[in-house]
């Protein structure tokens, strides 16, 4: 009997786990998907402006490229129609149960299996489960004092209200992330002002983006190896980038040069220019791209606001300096519970462990998968897998082969399951913490970080370094059980 498997979430991530047991074969998988259609952060985030910073032909399935991306850096629509047309084309819908959320999962020892509870009522089961939820799932809105007083519109940019007319408003933006640099100059025409609280400012470089045209789709058509090159292109260029944020302070000087250069160019006042710019390391925040973000904020119509959030009023903002804001809608590019993996989820694994008392200190996970005393249980964009520079679908799909490979094994290997060892983890994590500590991404606060400090969303490395210790699972760094035995 062939190994089932249960995947929650539609996302880049779920679907390369699907995708990855299709097109070896192994068609006995489910995919839970709490909203009623594919996308995961894609269908979800609609704001104005919305799309990737990474480019769309590394930000894509290898085995699938788009040879009709209408630009470089493609937009949210375009992004989100790929994903369902990569979902058709491989005929993964009758794999999924729209509607369906997952409340909690526990591991049987005595068959081996996961029970999956849903709020349908619906009991799911399978052999391996294989969350992907992702690491930006959940938005995060600071607990600012009064917030709740606060009469007017407000909304966390992941969920936009497109019913709600910016038009000649007064728009108090709390955030300047990666969502609030899209965003922002979107709406900056069209409001009375705009009031942009920022904490800290980010490493903003050129946007190398370009609309292709319909000679290049046809080129790509005919000569697949120009897109191909492009790729590898953006795939070298993050991989060299991200030496800088490990420790090359060569390479970390360099894009500083560039982002610093881009912000004089585009900022002429030496007021803003100093609001604008940086005060930590290059690397340690997620750095950048935007060709008109810089050019919003010099707008008559924009202040940028760097004083600390006191409280939230009835009508506005007032920063610690006494300063009120008035404001008349509020837009939260606060970012997401990044730490919070699995939340809500309550996950119960062998002697009845809970992971969220696993993972108090931190999440953690071998190779970002795989959790002691939670047998069969393979996460995608798991602990420790984010990365700083580059394209995570390229992740997803090293860890997706890794747990396709396992799942053959217990093919083979029927009425087992395997529970990585406490050792093998642990011996992983302490290199893998050693590592993160001599990285940029230490040197200053960010939702890399938890409040201990510790860092559990990033990889410490290349990604070519994850593709080769991901390529071939070792059955010797898992307790091999078989059902009857302890």
Known sequence: ?????????TGFGGLAMALELKRA??????????ADEVGGVWRDNTYPGAGCDIPSPYYSYSFAPNLEWPRRFSRQADILRYIREIVDEYGLRPHIRFGTEVTAAAFDTGNGRWAVDTNTGIRYEADVFVPAVGQLSRPSIPNIPG?????????HSARWRHDIDLRGKRVAVIGTGASAIQFAPQIQPDVQRLTLFQRSAPYIAPKPDTTYRTWQHRLFRLVPAVQKAERFGFWSFFEISTLGILGNKAIARAGERVALGHLRKQVPD?????????????????????????????????????????????TGVR?????????????????????EFLAPIKVTGLGGRDLRENWSEGARA????????????????????????????????????YIRRLVEYLDTHPRRYLDVRTEVE??????????????????????????????????????????????HPDPGDYRIVSLGAS
């Not at 068609?27 to 998907?33: A, C, K, S, V």
């Not at 190779?367 to 992740?395: C, D, E, H, K, Q």
């Not at 642990?426 to 940029?440: F, H, M, V, W």
Request: net charge neutral; glycine share 8%; with cysteine.
């Open 1 to 9: 009997m062939a190994t089932s498997v249960l995947i929650i979430g």
């Open 25 to 34: 074969g192994l068609e006995d998988f489910t995919i839970l998907e709490q």
């Open 147 to 155: 917030r709740d007083n606060f009469t007017g519109s407000a909304f």
């Open 270 to 314: 030496p007021a803003l220019r100093a609001k604008l710019t940086p005060d930590y390391a290059p690397g340690c925040k997620r750095a950048l791209f935007s060709n008109n973000y810089f050019p919003a904020l010099t707008q008559p119509n924009v202040h940028v606001e760097t004083g600390r959030i006191a409280e939230i009023t009835a």
């Open 319 to 339: 920063t610690a300096d006494g300063v009120h804001h008035d404001a008349d809608v509020i837009v939260y590019g606060t970012g997401f519970t990044a730490q």
């Open 366 to 401: 071998y190779l970002g998968m795989s959790v002691p005393g939670f047998p069969n249980m393979f996460l995608m964009y798991g602990p420790n897998t984010n990365i700083g520079a580059g394209s995570i679908i390229y992740m997803h799909e090293r860890q997706a082969r």
């Open 426 to 471: 642990q011996r992983y994590d302490t290199e893998i913490q050693q590592r993160l500590d001599r990285s940029a991404w230490t040197s200053c606060a960010s939702w890399y970080r938890a409040e201990s400090g510790r860092v559990s969303t990033n990889w410490p490395g290349l990604v070519s370094e994850y593709s080769r210790r991901t390529r």
